[in-house]
């Protein structure tokens, strides 16, 4: 039998670790938590968890900063982060930061569940596709990087490499909101799609020249995004 999968909550607020810990070993996962930033940082270190549910106000470190040590400790980590925070720039902050994805509380735990399962999901499956190029761009999949001609190599999250991989096996369709959200995030279309314009937001910024002026990640307006390679 599969050993259980290891979920790290660092929350400082009880009644929603216990929330939390409740509905996640319901699901079959164990779980660890920790209240603080810096007990949380202790807790990846020992337990490495398989993936970290992340509170962004937490009582003593600034919740980013966890999260870009959190990326330090483990580049392939998946990091969900929880916040209160509604505005659209708080979040990308969050994903700059090395996030793999966010959810505003409050949040339903059958959403929540399913995120996680959805950063687990590659893990199961081959790797068909090891590497591919985006204009002078190339993107190794396995390793989650990309690279710039000769460059070292950038970090990716889970979802910005699963996301330009399904651009790029459509490449030169126009692909909807509603059918990236369902493939990649295993969520149904009335959940918001803001999550995506998010994550093209920063693929822009890591692909593109110009990321004001894409040349290869497109907007196709009102319904989605192409990849022209």
Same mark, same amino acid.
């Given at each position: 039998?599969?050993?259980?999968?290891?979920?790290? $909550?660092? %929350?400082?607020?009880?009644?929603?670790?216990?929330? &939390?810990?409740?509905?996640l @070993?319901? !699901?079959?996962?164990?779980?660890?938590?920790?209240?603080?930033?810096? @007990?949380?940082?202790?807790?990846?270190?020992? %337990?490495?968890?398989?993936?970290?549910?992340?509170?962004?106000?937490?009582? #003593?470190?600034? *919740?980013?900063q966890?999260?870009?040590? +959190?990326?330090?400790?483990?580049?392939?980590?998946?990091?969900?982060?929880?916040?209160?925070?509604?505005q659209?720039? #708080?979040?990308?902050?969050?994903?700059?930061?090395?996030?793999?994805?966010?959810?505003?509380?409050?949040?339903?735990?059958?959403? &929540?569940?399913?995120?996680?399962?959805?950063l687990?999901?590659?893990?199961n499956?081959?790797? !068909?596709?090891?590497?591919?190029?985006?204009?002078? $761009?190339?993107?190794?999949?396995?390793?989650?990087? =990309?690279?710039? *001609?000769?460059?070292?190599? @950038?970090?990716?999250?889970?979802?910005?490499? @699963? &996301?330009?991989? =399904? +651009?790029? !096996?459509?490449?030169?369709?126009?692909?909807?909101r %509603? !059918?990236?959200?369902?493939?990649?995030?295993?969520?149904?279309?009335?959940?918001?799609?803001?999550?995506? #314009?998010?994550?093209?937001?920063?693929?822009?910024?890591k692909? %593109?020249?110009r990321?004001?002026?894409?040349?290869?990640? =497109?907007?196709?307006?009102?319904?989605?995004?192409? +990849?022209?390679?």
């Amino acid at each position: 039998m599969e050993p259980r999968r290891t979920i790290l $909550v660092i %929350e400082d607020e009880p009644h929603i670790v216990l929330g &939390l810990r409740d509905a996640l @070993e319901f !699901e079959g996962f164990r779980v660890t938590s920790a209240g603080t930033g810096r @007990e949380g940082l202790v807790a990846a270190r020992q %337990e490495k968890p398989s993936a970290v549910l992340l509170d962004l106000m937490l009582p #003593d470190i600034n *919740g980013y900063q966890v999260c870009e040590e +959190l990326r330090r400790i483990d580049p392939l980590l998946p990091i969900i982060v929880l916040t209160a925070r509604s505005q659209e720039a #708080d979040k990308i902050r969050g994903l700059d930061a090395g996030a793999d994805d966010y959810v505003t509380k409050p949040f339903s735990v059958g959403e &929540l569940v399913a995120r996680i399962r959805a950063l687990f999901r590659r893990a199961n499956r081959p790797n !068909e596709i090891t590497s591919f190029r985006v204009g002078a $761009v190339t993107v190794n999949v396995a390793a989650q990087t =990309l690279t710039h *001609g000769s460059g070292p190599p @950038e970090a990716l999250s889970f979802y910005e490499v @699963e &996301l330009v991989r =399904l +651009l790029w !096996e459509r490449q030169g369709q126009a692909v909807s909101r %509603e !059918e990236i959200l369902n493939k990649i995030w295993g969520l149904e279309a009335s959940t918001t799609t803001r999550t995506i #314009d998010n994550f093209i937001v920063k693929l822009r910024k890591k692909i %593109e020249k110009r990321a004001d002026a894409p040349e290869h990640i =497109l907007t196709v307006y009102g319904f989605g995004y192409k +990849l022209v390679p």
